[in-house]
């Protein structure tokens, strides 16, 4: 009884989730992990990550058209605003050990395997 009510509060809250975003970009958590010692930072990693990837459409610089559809308050052109939805980059773009999620970016230059990995993995740190 107990585990069907635990499937059930399970298959609400993901269609909730699926509900508020109302798009198929977003995937599962990766379930990522902070390795002791990672060396990943916004300086080293995430300002050129997001610079190739994403901010030709999630900037705060961009405003109307020029975000090509790209929802407000999700803007990556700071450390900041990556932290602020974190969660939401690593269920559309990271790979870990629960999911490899390629929502993001929609068109373009992708990211490879590798820095999917590396995203989940700096996204786990805490976004440092
Ligand atoms: C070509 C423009 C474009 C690029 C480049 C792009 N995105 Fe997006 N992004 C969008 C659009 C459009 C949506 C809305 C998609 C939808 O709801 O179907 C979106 C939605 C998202 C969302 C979900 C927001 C929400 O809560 O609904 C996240 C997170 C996201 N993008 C992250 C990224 C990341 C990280 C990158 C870089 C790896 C990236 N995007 C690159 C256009 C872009």
Not at 66 to 80: I, N
Not at 103 to 126: F, H, K, S, V
């Amino acid at each position: 009884m107990r585990a069907w009510i635990t499937l059930f509060a399970a298959a609400i809250s993901l269609a909730a989730c699926s509900d508020d975003h109302g798009s198929g970009v977003f995937g599962p958590p990766t379930e990522s992990t902070c390795p002791t010692g990672s060396t990943l930072t916004y300086d080293n990693f995430g300002k050129s990550f997001m610079e190739r990837y994403c901010t030709r459409c999630h900037s705060s610089e961009l405003v109307g058209a020029a975000r090509k559809g790209a929802p407000s308050f999700h803007d990556f052109d700071t450390q900041p605003g990556i932290k602020g939805v974190a969660d939401h980059i690593d269920e559309t773009t990271a790979a870990g050990p629960a999911a490899t999620n390629k929502g993001m970016p929609p068109d373009g230059l992708r990211p490879t395997m590798e820095e999917r990995l590396q995203l989940g993995e700096w996204i786990a740190c805490g976004v440092p």
